[in-house]
């Protein structure tokens, strides 16, 4: 017996290799701490989580905003504006620029906070998995931003250029020490990318998001490569790519995959190492065959994993199995997670999240 879908048909063997498998949890998790985190993610997904994240709790909660703040702190880099207080995060996220007369090669950044926290996260996940509450092949995983993200997002315009190598060495300082403090057979590292996007995508959409690089394509891809080959082999390495979840709304709204895969397989093809898994987000309203259709071309090396996020809070198991049935036609395999984090859910959407995971995805 065949089904038909998209227009081509597929075998009962096709479509039961092609009932999602496993679960990716993207990073922020709606909870006050790390042990709730895993507690949670354990318990109703322990069997379809290959990693797993400590929630982005504590100064996380809103990804990246906090960094200006710390930011701020090194001599040489000064605000911009006179509004100190972001209305949704309660942070001061206005602008640096490198202060007149300043060489930003002599810029001594703080620290950024990522290490620490993984310090932190690392103790308590470690703790539990000794105990058997967190199954033993799981991998502790740490989701770090691309230097493009901050730099795009809160360093003046005329400064970009220049601030980059500073930002990035401190990101891979961060990362150095990640890997000093999580045994590399147990962390997964997770580069998420998402100011790249847009820039590919346009920089209509908001004049802040403008690259300084010419080539935008190749710039992307060659500081994905970058990131590539400064994650150990033994280490899992993991893509989150992504349209932005500010007050629950994308920058921009992908026409359909195709911008992902080709990003996808341009990181895939040229990196030095393999990549483990990457992340496509899919909108809630994107149940529709041509959304999907450019995942007929996606080629990527080795057993990488590919997640689809459409999962969404609003509707539910319902809404995951329509968009699932969509994917299918152009997908052999793959697992579930939500387009991005979960952490700034409305408080008590939790654990119908991971449910909804849970009952859409087959265990591992």
């Not at 702190?73 to 202060?99: C, F, K, M, Y």
């Not at 250029?161 to 999580?182: G, Q, T």
């Not at 030095?272 to 309203?285: D, G």
């Amino acid at each position: 017996m065949s089904s038909i879908r998209g227009g081509r048909i597929l075998s009962r063997e096709r479509l039961t290799m092609v009932t999602p498998q496993g679960a990716l949890l993207v990073g922020s998790i709606n909870v006050p701490d790390a042990e709730s985190a895993f507690r949670a993610a354990s318990q109703i997904l322990g069997d379809r989580l290959k990693r797993m994240p400590d929630g982005e709790v504590g100064e996380r909660f809103h990804w990246i905003a906090f960094q200006p703040g710390r930011l701020a702190a090194a001599a040489g880099l000064e605000r911009v504006g006179e509004s100190p207080t972001n209305a949704v995060t309660g942070l001061d996220q206005r602008p640096l620029r490198i202060a007149p007369g300043t060489d930003a090669s002599t810029l001594q950044l703080p620290t950024l906070g990522y290490a620490d926290a993984a310090r932190g996260s690392w103790a308590v996940f470690s703790s539990l998995r000794d105990s058997g509450e967190i199954p033993a092949a799981t991998r502790f995983q740490v989701s770090l931003p691309t230097p493009a993200a901050v730099v795009g997002s809160y360093i003046v315009a005329e400064d970009r250029a220049a601030f980059e190598p500073v930002y990035e060495a401190a990101i891979m300082r961060e990362l150095a020490e990640i890997l000093e403090i999580v045994p590399n057979e147990s962390l997964a590292i997770q580069w998420d990318t998402a100011v790249e996007l847009a820039f590919i995508e346009g920089a209509g959409y908001t004049a802040k998001y403008v690259p300084w690089f010419d080539d935008v394509w190749e710039g992307v891809i060659e500081r994905a490569l970058q990131q590539a080959a400064a994650v150990p082999e033994q280490v899992e390495l993991g893509y989150h790519l992504c349209y932005g979840d500010a007050g629950e709304m994308h920058f921009a709204e992908p026409v359909d995959t195709g911008n992902l895969v080709r990003l996808a397989n341009s990181i895939s093809s040229r990196a030095p190492r393999k990549l483990t898994w990457i992340h496509f987000p899919v909108p809630i309203a994107r149940d529709d065959d041509a959304y999907f259709l450019p995942l007929d071309s996606l080629s990527l090396r080795g057993a990488t994993e590919i997640y689809l996020g459409l999962v969404h809070r609003e509707d539910g198991v319902e809404g995951a199995q329509r968009r699932i049935s969509a994917a299918m036609s152009h997908l052999l395999k793959f697992g579930v997670a939500t387009e991005c984090g979960i952490g700034r859910a409305p408080a008590g959407s939790l654990f119908t999240v991971l449910e909804t995971h849970r009952a859409v995805a087959a265990a591992w």
